[in-house]
């Protein structure tokens, strides 16, 4: 089992900037990959950005590459979303979320598929 409580929501304005933190606990040794999705209102859940607990591999989503830097803390089991140039479109609720499955494709964590456990999410507003 693995605990993941999200932080660093807020509201800014376009073209400024926000560092989102997933703070893990539980079965954290375990964990292969932590994962942020988001989802706009009236939208589906989209994928964002994901990274391995060991190497430190990344994954974005075109609609972010360039703009945002996925990091992690193995020390304080904490993974980071860092938002930089934020348009209104990154407007969502943002969610983190991690799995111990110890094989898994990028092509299953764009899907979520196996990501399974899940923070409450904390939201992010774009606008001026």
């Known amino acids: 089992q693995v605990q993941l409580v999200e932080s660093g929501g807020g509201k800014v304005q376009p073209g400024g900037s926000l560092r989102l933190s997933c703070a893990a606990s539980?079965?954290?040794?375990?964990?292969?990959?932590v994962a942020w999705f988001r989802q706009a209102p009236g939208k589906e859940r989209e994928f964002v950005a994901a990274i391995t607990w060991s190497g430190g591999t990344t994954y974005y989503a075109d609609s972010v590459k360039g703009r945002f830097t996925i990091s992690r803390d193995n020390a304080k089991n904490t993974v980071y979303l860092q938002m930089n140039s934020l348009k209104p479109e990154d407007t969502a609720v943002y969610y983190c979320?991690?799995?111990?499955?110890?094989?898994?494709?990028?092509?299953?964590?764009?899907?979520?598929?196996?990501?399974?456990?899940w923070g409450k999410g904390t939201l992010v507003t774009v606008s001026s």
């Open positions: 979320a991690a799995t111990l499955r110890p094989i898994m494709f990028i092509s299953m964590i764009r899907a979520a598929v196996g990501m399974d456990y």
């Open positions: 539980g079965h954290t040794n375990s964990t292969n990959v």
